[in-house]
């Protein structure tokens, strides 16, 4: 039997934040680490004794090296990376408090990942030990050609069995080069097996009206799904992230999962206050495919593992969610006391 192997493929960017809530006008100096969705998830997945891969396109430089250095500090492999272009990508985070949000500026125009072309992957090779293919709207909205890179990955871990998951994680400052969601997201999405993203967005990203579920009255009904599984016709599950912002400072997490049947609920939890949020998706993504691997199809216990997870990366700063499995579990268990182990 092969072991489970999950392959994600996107852009790693370095990351500069100002410190102590800082704005940008304010900030003399800013933090330096990493981060992008796609990368997020493979650490998440790396932490939890998964093996995992990223697959991107880095700059045949000292910042592009780094980026390397970064993917085997935190075990992901990185067997695939292939390096061209002229940059890395940038993202600027100012971080909010209270009743003022955060803002990101992207930097990422014409790095070596917006760049790549149609064919610059073996994906046959890439995909040849791996159980799972992950990928994200984000890689669609960089670029066009992005986009047909992703989509022949797509198609490669399609053909050989792969289960394929997609966070729709739809970016409105990115999608800047002549293409809409529509437009591009309709092709890739048909061999996805799991989407995680809200009904709203899944339907704008599929040329659909809204339908303005009512996520908060727990008041979903299954056949506002179902018309993404016509759509997408090797769907076996949808989820939706579950957020309520009270402020920037205190967030309210829970989980939605429709497996075309059945419809799961994950209790909300309460997050305050709030050391980062940024990639907290990614945690809740990261999480989900753990519990769907390793938990003999309770679908249940995969989404409370998934929000979970998005829950305690709300308490670590960075990008990555720097948790254990035994750190979920014990919130799963219902301890959130945050005592010191001794």
């Known amino acids: 039997m092969k072991t489970n192997k999950v392959v994600t493929f996107g852009e790693i960017m370095m990351r500069l934040s100002t410190e102590r809530h800082l704005r940008f006008p304010q900030a003399e100096s800013f933090k330096t680490t990493y981060g992008g969705g796609e990368f997020n998830v493979a650490v ?16 045949k ?12 500090k935190l075990n992901v492999q990185n067997h695939n990376v292939v390096f061209g272009g002229d940059r890395l990508g940038l993202y600027f985070l100012e971080t909010g408090a209270s009743t003022r949000a955060s803002n ?12 790549i072309q149609k064919g610059t992957i073996d994906w046959e090779d890439v995909f040849k030990d791996a159980t799972w293919f992950h990928w ?5 909205a960089i670029s066009e050609s992005a986009a047909d890179e992703c989509y022949e990955a797509i198609k490669v871990a399609h053909k050989l069995g792969l289960t394929i ?12 080069y002549g293409k809409e969601p529509k437009d591009m997201m309709p092709r890739l999405l048909e061999f996805s097996n799991i989407i995680l993203g809200d009904i709203d967005t899944a339907y704008f990203m599929l040329g659909l009206e809204k339908v303005n579920p009512d996520y908060q009255a727990k008041n979903v009904l299954p056949s506002q799904y179902d018309e993404l599984f016509k759509l997408c016709p090797n769907l076996k599950q949808v989820v939706t992230t579950l957020r ?11 989980g939605v999962l429709y497996n075309g049947t059945n419809l799961y609920h994950a209790d909300i939890q309460d997050v305050t206050p709030v050391i980062d949020r940024v990639g907290s998706g990614d945690a809740f993504m990261g999480g989900l495919i753990y519990g769907l691997l390793e938990e003999n199809g309770n679908e249940q216990r995969a989404l409370n593992i998934a929000v979970a997870a998005c829950c305690l990366k709300h308490t670590v700063s960075g990008d990555y969610n720097l948790i254990t499995v ?9 301890d959130f006391s945050g005592k010191v182990s001794r």
């Open 44 to 59: 998440s997945l790396a932490n939890y004794g998964i093996t995992a891969e990223f697959v991107t396109r880095l700059p």
């Open 61 to 72: 430089n000292d910042l592009g090296y780094s980026a390397v250095k970064e993917m085997r």
């Open 104 to 115: 990101v500026i992207y930097d990422r125009a014409n790095s070596s990942m917006a760049t």
């Open 136 to 140: 994200s709207g984000i890689t669609a």
């Open 165 to 176: 998951s997609t966070d729709l994680n739809y970016r409105s400052k990115l999608w800047q």
């Open 244 to 254: 309520y912002s009270v402020s920037a400072s205190y967030q309210r997490i829970g």
């Open 326 to 334: 035994e750190e979920i579990e014990k919130l799963l268990d219902g």
